[in-house]
């Protein structure tokens, strides 16, 4: 299937660059009886011009496999190396044949067809955008090539759109059973120049995997040690970790100038507890210290009082200016390597400072417990740190969290202009997700990175929900308001149920201009002649579930949904009927069994005239006169259950 290139801008050729011509514009031809021959020489050129360029731009080209070949530049580097490696790789799936890989010096002139890597085509001097990647393919020879600077791999990324838009090469998944090339024994490509420039900055989706040295150990005990047999090895998990950061580098995952973000103090407790107590936070418990877990995976020793978690969990106190002070310091050094500072909050809802100053920085409503609404405390703090470091470096960003305690927006306080908000919505509903974006714009936000906290709704487990194109509307809103750098936190794996949502994600962030059914008809078509049945399968999660079912009962599900709304669907439907029913339950149950076992035994131990040798009395009375007190009681004992369990969960003595 082929799609229709992202720039088919027709570039005037060399030959007539200065030649007085207008280019985009009519131009001034007045008549003038005097230069008659020129006027009409010069129309007649421009006509020319328009029909052959166009004609150029379109031929068809065809290769036989069997000529192509990669050339390398005579400098190379690892982005150039890969993009020849996974030219060559791909070439080869299509035609069948065997490529060669040379370098701009070995490869002379009627040796094939040449692919050349990592240089601009002829006449080309157009300085590119941090991450562009452009393509141009000629009778003579294809040429790939990008911003590969620091960071950035652009001669890969046209590659990519290469093999993407003249080849129909799909990635649906990691690994070679997720890569789908059609075969043609010939190449028939169109002649023309393309380039793709991603308008996020940043591209991210996390896929949890990583490379490892060595497995982690652990502690099962039990029936569950008999599933550590499943466990990957270390070199099938390490080969995960290639193949996942193989397909997202495919899918143009990456970044380049981009806002700091992520937990910024997680090793301050570390460094300055012992220096600057001051700079956390006046807990609950009266003191500067991390809030202890009650119940640590970690144990803790006389020199380290606090395990590593609580370490990297403890808050600051954000109206201590020494705090500011101490995030320029640690800036400063690098100031004029980057422009952005980190003044994002640690991790977990709790432990936050109480200390007067920074409550006063708060604009709580009447009544409104303590932890609630903590953003304009952290839009001041992030205010501060912005004004301190534009006095080092004037074009200076400041990230901060909207998240957790900062989700909703400030009340009080509005963002200076280079202050950027992470977000991390928990809102579903797409008019509560505009109106949440309104009012943070409302605030001052004009600039935000997108980091969707969701993997604890989204954990799918086997399970499709059909949610792709609510995440894609998802994305497509946070563009319209601003956003210039996407992170999703983060995909399981489960291809083959959620590989449609994990490429529509991908896709969205690569090229968020695109509707979702470009992105859903691409990833159809690897699937050649069942494409309408795997198309079908997929809207009936859409259709069934997700719009008719869990849409509508988001904010229902919500807040039951940790850790997914998987979870949430095979919970109970009522967590305070379920109490009741299993407290009646525990009391009837076994006064049913205890009048069976005594309405019993006239049955079994009795005397040859039938006379009862120990309890005389049947079923007819037992059952009644055992069952229907307890019916009373077990109510009694439910509404006793309800209100403790209540109690119990409002103290958080017991999970909610």
């Not at 004609?55 to 496999?65: L, M, N």
């Not at 100031?335 to 709580?364: I, K, S, V």
């Not at 690569?510 to 997929?538: I, T």
Request: charged share 25%; glycine share 6%; hydrophobic share 45%.
């Amino acid at each position: 299937m082929k799609f229709p290139p992202k720039d088919q801008k027709c570039l005037i050729p060399k030959t007539f660059r200065g030649a007085g011509f207008p280019i985009g514009k009519v131009g001034n031809l007045r008549a003038s009886a005097q230069r008659p021959m020129k006027i009409l020489a010069s129309v007649f050129l421009l006509l020319l011009l328009a029909l052959a360029a166009p004609a150029a731009r379109g031929e068809r080209i065809e290769i036989a496999g069997r000529d192509c070949l990669v050339v390398l530049p005579a400098e190379t580097n690892a982005v150039t190396e890969t993009a020849a490696r996974e030219l060559q790789q791909h070439l080869r799936l299509v035609t069948g044949q065997p490529v060669a890989v040379t370098n701009a010096a070995a490869a002379g002139a009627g040796s094939g067809y040449p692919f050349f890597l990592g240089v601009p085509a002829p006449g080309d001097a157009r300085p590119l955008a941090p991450e562009e990647a452009r393509w141009e393919i000629t009778p003579r020879g294809a040429w790939l090539w990008g911003n590969d600077g620091r960071g950035r791999s652009g001669t890969q990324d046209a590659v990519y759109g290469f093999l993407e838009e003249e080849l129909g090469v799909r990635w649906i998944e990691p690994g070679d059973f997720g890569v789908v090339a059609p075969t043609q024994a010939s190449l028939t490509l169109t002649a023309g120049r393309r380039r793709w420039v991603p308008e996020m900055k940043l591209r991210k989706i996390r896929l949890r995997d990583r490379p490892m040295a060595a497995l982690p150990t652990l502690n099962i005990t039990g029936d569950l040690a008999l599933f550590d047999g499943f466990r990957r090895s270390l070199e099938e998990q390490n080969q995960d970790a290639h193949e996942g950061r193989l397909w997202q580098q495919r899918m143009r995952m990456g970044g380049v100038d981009y806002p700091n973000y992520g937990h910024a103090f997680t090793k301050w407790w570390d460094r300055f507890h012992a220096t600057h107590p001051d700079y956390f936070a006046l807990t609950h418990l009266g003191k500067r210290e991390p809030t202890p877990d009650p119940r640590p995976v970690e144990a803790r020793t006389a020199d380290a009082p606090f395990t590593v978690r609580e370490r990297s969990f403890v808050k600051l106190c954000v109206s201590n200016p020494k705090v500011v002070e101490q995030i320029l310091q640690d800036w400063r050094p690098k100031a004029a390597a980057t422009r952005f500072l980190n003044a994002c909050e640690n991790d977990m809802p709790y432990g936050f400072c109480r200390c007067a100053n920074c409550r006063q920085l708060d604009a709580p409503k009447t009544g409104e417990r303590f932890g609630a609404h903590l953003t304009d405390r952290y839009v001041w703090f992030a205010n501060q740190t912005a004004r301190a470091a534009r006095k080092l470096r004037p074009d200076a960003v400041v990230t901060m969290y909207a998240y957790a305690h900062a989700e909703q927006p400030p009340r009080r306080e509005k963002l200076d202009p280079n202050v950027v908000i992470a977000v991390a919505p928990t809102a579903f509903d797409l008019r509560e997700l505009a109106r949440w974006f309104d009012e943070w714009r409302a605030a001052g936000a004009t600039a935000m990175v997108i980091r969707p906290n969701l993997h604890w709704y989204y954990a799918t487990l086997p399970l499709p929900l059909g949610h792709e194109k609510q995440m894609f509307d998802v994305f497509q809103l946070a563009v319209k308001y601003g956003c210039v750098a996407a992170d999703f936190d983060s995909i399981k794996r489960n291809w083959p149920t959620t590989g449609l949502f994990n490429y529509v994600l991908a896709k969205t962030m690569s090229d968020p201009s695109q509707p979702f059914e470009r992105w859903e008809e691409q990833y159809l078509s690897a699937f050649g002649s069942a494409a309408e049945d795997v198309k079908a399968y997929h809207r009936y999660w859409r259709n069934e579930l997700w719009e008719k079912r869990l849409a509508p009962s988001l904010e229902k599900l919500a807040p039951s949904a940790r850790p997914n709304f998987c979870a949430a669907l095979l919970r109970r439907l009522n967590e305070t009927a379920a109490v009741a029913v299993a407290a009646w339950v525990s009391v009837v149950l076994p006064g049913f069994l205890v009048a069976l076992a005594l309405g019993l035994q006239p049955l079994i131990a009795h005397k040859e005239d039938g006379t009862p040798l120990f309890f005389p009395f049947g079923f007819a009375i037992t059952l009644p006169a055992v069952l229907v007190p307890h019916l009373f009681i077990g109510a009694g004992e439910a509404v006793l259950t309800v209100l403790v369990w209540r109690f119990a969960r409002a103290r958080k003595w017991c999970a909610a």
